[in-house]
């Protein structure tokens, strides 16, 4: 959290958090603090710097208020009044049908009310569906067990009604979405990789030896010497730039082959694009925001992964405009 150009961390932010949810301050108040723009909704607010900080704040003020308190469930309730477990036409005319009715009415209203902030119950308190959505992608993209999952989530055992209603439910089911969602991420990507001429894994992991001394230019190195050479407009110091350990001859060579990439830029940044505009269309498929600072945190990831050189490719806002405006993304 970032309160008057001051950095918090999580323990100081819980701190100033519980400060306010003692003192009886409201959301719009609290979030009028944190910066975030009135009159919009949360999900408008998302990509605020302390959006999580705000919506931390409502659960902790709602726990707060409602320490001790939860509605019992509709099952418990149709029970005391006589009408759980009845077959339907005896149910209509119980003498607590309207009422049971009533209450289940009055259930479903609040549990839709509710549902903003208290979307599932994981670790020690109840989460908000953004933070579901993203504690469910990481288990996903880390290949956790499915049973394991349902024993995080407290569903082991449960079938049934007992397990659709459970508070936890819906997080499962985002769970097993997100594990296809990444499958299918991981083909495409995998096919992209295949087309951009990766090297396959090793036994024991890494990248295998290549057994030819020359090697290819990485995609981002041929966008990084074609920009330099646009900058500058002298080939020659270009080549010394970034291949300064070649002989005289080879250097020669050299430049032809930046010319020849020169005229094959727009084929070359489409396939070192490849891997982010896949990953970017999927988080956003899957209603995860994107920030910018996301994007390129990806982005050189991408690159490590892809052995770029860190000094050639930062992922700039720069970079993050044109790659946008290149493939006519938004975030």
């Given at each position: 959290?970032?309160?008057?150009?001051l950095?918090?961390?999580?323990?100081?932010?819980?701190?100033?958090?519980?400060?306010?949810?003692?003192?009886?301050?409201?959301?719009?108040?609290?979030?009028?603090?944190?910066?975030?723009?009135?009159?919009?909704?949360?999900?408008?607010?998302?990509?605020?710097?302390?959006?999580?900080?705000?919506?931390?704040?409502?659960?902790?003020?709602?726990?707060?208020?409602?320490?001790?308190?939860?509605l019992?469930?509709?099952e418990?309730?149709?029970?005391?009044?006589?009408v759980?477990?009845?077959?339907l036409?005896?149910?209509?005319?119980?003498?607590?049908?309207?009422a049971?009715?009533?209450?289940?009415?009055m259930?479903?209203?609040?549990?839709?009310?509710?549902?903003?902030?208290?979307?599932?119950?994981?670790?020690?308190?109840?989460?908000?569906?953004?933070?579901?959505?993203?504690?469910?992608?990481?288990?996903?993209?880390?290949?956790?067990?499915?049973?394991?999952?349902?024993?995080?989530?407290?569903?082991?055992?449960?079938?049934?009604?007992q397990?659709?209603?459970?508070?936890n439910?819906?997080?499962?089911?985002?769970?097993?979405?997100?594990?296809?969602?990444v499958?299918?991420l991981?083909?495409?990507?995998?096919?992209?990789?295949?087309?951009?001429?990766?090297?396959?894994?090793?036994?024991?992991?890494?990248?295998?030896?290549?057994?030819?001394?020359?090697?290819?230019?990485?995609?981002?190195?041929?966008?990084?010497?074609?920009?330099?050479?646009?900058?500058?407009?002298?080939?020659?110091?270009?080549?010394?730039?970034?291949?300064?350990?070649?002989?005289?001859?080879?250097?020669?060579?050299?430049?032809?082959?930046?010319?020849?990439w020169?005229?094959?830029?727009?084929?070359i940044?489409?396939?070192?694009?490849?891997?982010?505009?896949?990953?970017?269309?999927?988080?956003?498929k899957?209603?995860?925001?994107?920030?910018?600072?996301?994007?390129?945190?990806?982005?050189?990831?991408v690159?490590?992964?892809?052995?770029?050189?860190?000094?050639?490719?930062?992922?700039?806002?720069?970079?993050?405009?044109?790659?946008?405006?290149?493939?006519?993304?938004?975030?």
């Amino acid at each position: 959290m970032v309160l008057e150009g001051l950095i918090h961390d999580s323990k100081m932010t819980k701190k100033k958090l519980s400060s306010w949810v003692k003192s009886g301050n409201t959301m719009e108040t609290v979030g009028a603090r944190l910066g975030l723009q009135q009159g919009l909704s949360l999900e408008k607010n998302a990509e605020h710097m302390n959006y999580e900080a705000l919506v931390k704040f409502i659960r902790m003020k709602f726990e707060a208020e409602n320490a001790g308190k939860q509605l019992p469930s509709v099952e418990n309730v149709g029970k005391y009044l006589g009408v759980w477990g009845l077959p339907l036409n005896q149910q209509r005319i119980h003498a607590n049908w309207r009422a049971f009715k009533r209450y289940s009415k009055m259930y479903a209203e609040y549990q839709k009310l509710m549902k903003p902030i208290r979307f599932s119950y994981i670790g020690s308190g109840y989460q908000t569906e953004e933070k579901t959505k993203d504690i469910m992608l990481k288990w996903a993209m880390a290949k956790r067990r499915f049973a394991d999952v349902k024993q995080s989530l407290g569903l082991t055992g449960l079938s049934g009604q007992q397990l659709t209603e459970h508070v936890n439910y819906e997080a499962l089911q985002l769970f097993k979405g997100y594990v296809e969602d990444v499958k299918r991420l991981e083909e495409t990507v995998a096919a992209e990789n295949k087309g951009m001429g990766r090297q396959p894994l090793k036994e024991g992991g890494g990248r295998k030896e290549r057994k030819n001394v020359r090697t290819s230019t990485t995609f981002e190195t041929r966008l990084a010497v074609i920009k330099h050479f646009e900058e500058s407009g002298d080939m020659a110091a270009t080549v010394e730039r970034f291949f300064p350990a070649l002989s005289v001859q080879a250097k020669r060579s050299k430049k032809r082959v930046v010319y020849g990439w020169i005229k094959d830029r727009e084929k070359i940044e489409s396939a070192c694009d490849s891997c982010i505009v896949v990953w970017l269309r999927s988080m956003q498929k899957l209603g995860v925001p994107v920030t910018g600072t996301m994007l390129s945190e990806h982005a050189l990831d991408v690159a490590k992964e892809l052995g770029i050189d860190s000094a050639l490719f930062t992922a700039s806002v720069t970079w993050r405009k044109s790659f946008l405006k290149r493939h006519k993304l938004t975030m």
